[in-house]
C-alpha cells in the first residue's frame, strides 16, 4: 500500500476556504487504500486532512516533535503516532515512509519541507512524485520565481518537469491514482 507524505499549514488562522482541499484530500486517500503521512499536529489543514482519512476509514501516520506537540496538538486517533526528538527527525521520517508527496498550501514550514523533497529528487536522492496542490492560484509567485531560476540557469529543469503542478485535490488524487 503505497504512503503518501503530506505537507500543509498547522495554522488554524488560515481561510476558511482551505480545509475544505485538505479534507478532500484526507479522504481521497484513504479511499485509495493509501496510507497518509504527515506531520502529526491535530491543527490548521494538517487537522483538516488527518480527521478526514482517518473518518474515511484511511490509516494515519502522524510525525511530530516533541517541541511542538502543545503547539500543534497530538492527532490520537493516527494509526501510528512517531515523538521524534528534531524537525530534522520528523523530516526524514516523512521522507523514509512516503512513496510521493503531495503539497497543499502553506507556510515557511510548508515550503521549506517542499523545497527540500524537491532539492532531493533534483539531486537523484529520490524518485517519488511530487504533487503541488496550486488552489486559486496559491502558488503562482513561486512557480513563476522557479521559471526565472530556469531562464538565468539557475536550475536545469524547469519545475513542471520535476514537480505536478495541478490546481486542486481532486487532480492530485487523480494523479496519485495513476502512479499504481
Not at 490509516?59 to 501510528?80: M, W
Not at 539557475?154 to 495513476?178: N, Q, Y
Amino acid at each position: 500500500m503505497p504512503h503518501i507524505g503530506v505537507f500543509c499549514s498547522s495554522s488554524n488562522a488560515i481561510d476558511s476556504s482551505y480545509p475544505p482541499i485538505a479534507e478532500t484530500l484526507g479522504a481521497g486517500i484513504a479511499h485509495l487504500g493509501y496510507t497518509f503521512v504527515y506531520g502529526g499536529g491535530d491543527v490548521g489543514l494538517m487537522g483538516a486532512a488527518a480527521r478526514s482519512a482517518t473518518e474515511n476509514g484511511g490509516s494515519v501516520v502522524g510525525v511530530i516533535p516533541r517541541k511542538l506537540e502543545s503547539r500543534e496538538g497530538l492527532y490520537t486517533l493516527a494509526d501510528e503516532l512517531i515523538i521524534t526528538d528534531t524537525m530534522s527527525e520528523r523530516k526524514q521520517t516523512i521522507y523514509d515512509r512516503s512513496d510521493a508527496f503531495v503539497v497543499l498550501p502553506g507556510g515557511y514550514g510548508t515550503l521549506e519541507e517542499f523545497m527540500e523533497i524537491l532539492t532531493l529528487r533534483n539531486l537523484g536522492y529520490h524518485g517519488h512524485p511530487i504533487i503541488l496542490v496550486n488552489t486559486d492560484g496559491f502558488y503562482d509567485t513561486l512557480i513563476q520565481f522557479f521559471d526565472e531560476l530556469f531562464d538565468k540557469h539557475f536550475a536545469r529543469e524547469r519545475a513542471e518537469e520535476v514537480v505536478h503542478i495541478v490546481p486542486s485535490a481532486e487532480k492530485a488524487l487523480e494523479l496519485l491514482a495513476s502512479l499504481d
